[in-house]
Structures are given as structure tokens and as C-alpha cells.
């Protein structure tokens, strides 16, 4: 619980996230001055989420929340609530809130993918099933908080942590097991799973006016 409380806080404590990623990562203006305060839809002071949060067995936490447009299977952006949890990512209804229109458990994440430029494209990737695509106006501070919340579930199941450091002098969790951390993969053309049996590609380029232009397009397979 004592993890839970510090994440809870984070968005207090962090000023300027300088995380790894950071680096090659570009910044939009909009997003420099930014505070991050975490449950930016309130959530925790709807009864309809708290009571799907207990029917799902999650503390009645929330870590982040925040509006998003989800891009579905056919390339549309649908309006979605996007919450995280102590154990989970729930996908809400913009409006109603009150079924979940898809949940994640933390410790099934492999990697968050996204552009090097300054946009708000943001793929979850979830090998035991299909990714998710989102376009979050808050995406520093979303990536920041799954990064840690996915370390606190990993670390609840005994894996990673990164308590000490290995002969190799790479974080190792307690049992001398390689740290597992989410990965941040950085490139201005990558693919997600959008589907069963639909794969996408997404590339970012620079505009004329300096603006960043994205295309989200099906991955064709030819036949041998």
C-alpha cells in the first residue's frame, strides 16, 4: 500500500519527468508546462467507476484518467476514458463510464510504442491479445505512470523491481532475475496489432510548417 500512496502522489512530485525516452523524444510547447495531477476525469469521486473498480478487484485507487480517442480496427477515433489502475488499464465509454469497454492487466504489457516527434500517438502492446492505439493529449505523463504501475505489478508477482545491481551491472530484482521494466520504443514508423487478424502500420512525418502528419494505414501482406 505503501507504493500505491507514493504513485498516487507522483504527479506532485515529478516537475519535469527526465526519463530515458526523453531524450530522443520531442516535446510539444503545450506540454512543457503541463502539471501532472493524475486522475484528470475525477474518477474517483464517481460511484459508477468505483463500483466497476470493485467488481474488477482493484483498490479504489485510480492513478491516472484522462480523455482519449481510441483508433479502432478500421482506422476510426472513437472518444474514450481511459483509466489505470493499480492492476489494470480499463477503456470507458466517454460518456456513460459505467461498462468497461476493454481492460488490460498491467503485467500483460510488453512495450509502449511512439513517435520521436512531438505528438500524441501512443500504441500499448499486448502480445497475449490484441494492442491498443491512443491518441492522448497527456501522453508524457500517461507513459510516465504505466512505466511505474506496470513496475509495481511486476514487482507484486516477484519479478523486477531492480533492487540491486547483476555481475553484468544491470538491475536485477531480488532473486538475481534480469529487471523486467516496460520497454519504450521509439520510431517514426512502427506497427500494432489492431486486431486478430489486422495488422497496422503507423508513420509520422514532418510537415512543411514544421507540424507533425500521421498515417495510420492496414499492413498488406502479398501473397508468395
Not at 11 to 26: N, S, Y
Not at 136 to 163: P, S
Not at 167 to 174: E, L, Y
Amino acid at each position: 500500500h505503501g507504493e500505491a500512496r507514493r504513485l498516487a502522489t507522483m504527479g506532485f512530485e515529478i516537475q519535469e519527468p527526465l526519463q530515458p525516452f526523453m531524450g530522443r523524444k520531442e516535446r510539444r510547447r503545450s506540454s512543457a508546462g503541463k502539471l501532472f495531477l493524475g486522475d484528470h476525469c475525477d474518477l474517483r469521486n464517481d460511484a459508477e467507476v468505483q463500483k466497476l473498480m470493485a467488481k474488477h478487484g482493484e483498490p479504489p485507487l485510480v492513478l491516472f484518467s484522462c480523455e482519449v480517442l481510441k483508433i479502432n480496427r478500421r482506422g476510426e477515433a472513437v472518444p474514450r476514458t481511459l483509466l489505470v489502475c493499480a492492476n489494470s488499464i480499463f477503456l470507458l465509454d466517454a460518456d456513460a463510464r459505467r461498462g468497461a469497454r476493454r481492460k488490460i492487466p498491467l503485467r500483460s504489457l510488453a512495450s509502449l510504442r511512439m513517435s520521436e516527434m512531438s505528438d500524441n500517438f501512443l500504441a500499448m502492446v499486448c502480445p497475449a491479445e490484441y494492442d491498443m492505439l491512443v491518441v492522448c493529449g497527456r501522453k508524457t505523463e500517461l507513459v510516465v505512470v504505466l512505466r511505474e504501475a506496470h513496475r509495481c505489478a511486476m514487482v507484486e508477482l516477484g519479478m523486477g523491481g531492480g533492487d540491486r545491481e547483476g555481475r553484468d551491472g544491470r538491475s536485477v530484482d531480488a532473486a538475481g532475475r534480469a529487471d523486467v521494466g516496460l520497454r519504450v520504443e521509439l520510431s517514426n514508423r512502427f506497427t500494432y496489432k489492431a486486431g486478430a487478424n489486422v495488422a497496422k502500420a503507423v508513420t509520422f512525418t514532418r510537415a512543411g510548417d514544421g507540424e507533425v502528419d500521421t498515417e495510420v494505414a492496414d499492413i498488406v501482406v502479398s501473397s508468395p
